[in-house]
């Protein structure tokens, strides 16, 4: 997400720092910040480990462990709410918007999964891999440990395991209907349209290949990709948990992975399936998708639908900026 100055009237005056890809400088200018951000998650029982500038104005990734589905769901949810906090402190911004700025990299959610069984749970006191006791709460950090990996790949192979691979079948089969939950606002197509910026358009997958939708970023996990930072993570998880399940149940083969720029594939004559490159595109797409639309059961799915159906056509019944200054003083 982004760390935006706040202007006198209240609105975004830029970033706070410059869009510096990984610039010790940028990040340091925002130190104050993220240590009161890692402070208040460690408080609540988020592990923290890592974090870095990424390249656009005011952009920080920070990251904590990971964990199953639904715990990863409250700590995102949680971490949300601390940013909030902390940029009322500092009169920042705390900007979830994927793509407040054109012709710079957008927020997006990036899912880093796999898929385990035989996990024992564990409640701790002891924070994370060091055995370094966690600030905060006493054993407010829970995890699973133990289990086996079903992603990982058999013995001499660098495929992932049967299990694995039949799932990345299922989200490739899937992807334009989890495209409307991943991204679900109408600006989050804003961040497939600039193309250039590790924002992926293609139903496609492979090794560290960033102009999938999918890559396989380690043994044993792939990352999703179609998914930004506005990204409601319950019902995403919801939603991938049923595409791996259709993918197994139905022995999706998600094909050979692609090496070579996916743009090149293309060009070389490859078929590859589009996401959606608009909100009403993609809401289409989940309204003919029975096996996403079962991730919403009973009243949910309508909900959703309603809600973002009105943000699409009040959207499309707006006049912008960019429409007075192409058409005002147009003489057909």
């Known amino acids: 997400m982004m760390w935006l100055k706040r202007g006198d009237d209240g609105r975004p ?3 706070f720092s410059k869009p510096y890809c990984y610039h010790i400088d940028q990040f ?4 104050p910040v993220f240590m009161r951000v890692i402070e208040y998650s460690q408080a609540m029982g988020l592990d923290m480990i890592q974090g870095d500038h ?3 104005p005011g952009q920080l990734e920070l990251n904590f462990m990971f964990d199953d589905a639904l715990r990863t769901c409250d700590r995102l949810a949680t971490y949300r709410q ?3 906090q902390v ?4 009169n920042l ?3 979830f918007m994927t793509k407040p700025f054109m012709g710079v990299s957008a927020s997006g959610c990036h899912h880093n999964l796999s898929l385990w069984r035989g996990d024992e749970e564990k409640l701790v006191v002891t924070g994370g891999l060091d055995e370094k006791k966690l600030p905060g709460m006493e054993a407010s950090f829970t995890y699973l440990k133990g289990g086996e990996n079903t992603f990982m790949p058999l013995k001499g192979e660098k495929k992932p395991g049967s299990i694995g ?3 990345i079948g299922g989200i490739i089969e899937h992807l334009p209907a989890l495209t409307a939950i991943g991204c679900s606002t109408v600006n989050s197509y804003r961040r497939l349209w600039d193309q250039g910026f590790w924002a992926p358009v293609y139903a496609d997958w492979g090794y560290q290949n960033r102009t999938c939708g999918l890559r396989v970023s380690a043994p044993g996990r792939f990352e999703y990709r179609a998914v930004d930072s506005m990204v409601n993570p319950y019902l995403m998880a919801a939603a991938i948990l049923k595409a791996f399940d259709d993918g197994i149940q139905n022995n999706m083969d998600p094909g050979e992975p692609e090496s070579r720029n996916i743009y090149a594939a293309i060009k070389a004559g490859k078929e590859v399936k589009k996401l959606p490159l608009s909100l009403g595109e993609a809401l289409d797409a989940l309204s003919e998708d029975e096996v996403i639309k079962e991730a919403m059961p009973g ?5 959703f639908m309603h809600y973002k159906r009105d943000e699409w056509e009040k959207f499309l019944a707006t006049v912008t900026e960019w429409d007075v200054n192409t058409y005002l003083d147009a003489l057909p």
């Not at 340091?28 to 130190?31: A, H, N, T, V």
């Not at 940029?87 to 500092?90: G, K, S």
């Open 13 to 15: 005056a830029g970033g």
């Open 28 to 31: 340091e200018s925002l130190r």
């Open 54 to 56: 990424e390249d656009a």
């Open 82 to 84: 601390i940013c909030g």
């Open 87 to 90: 940029a009322r402190e500092y």
């Open 93 to 95: 911004i705390a900007c």
């Open 165 to 167: 691979l039949k799932s």
């Open 299 to 303: 009243d949910m799915y309508r909900v």
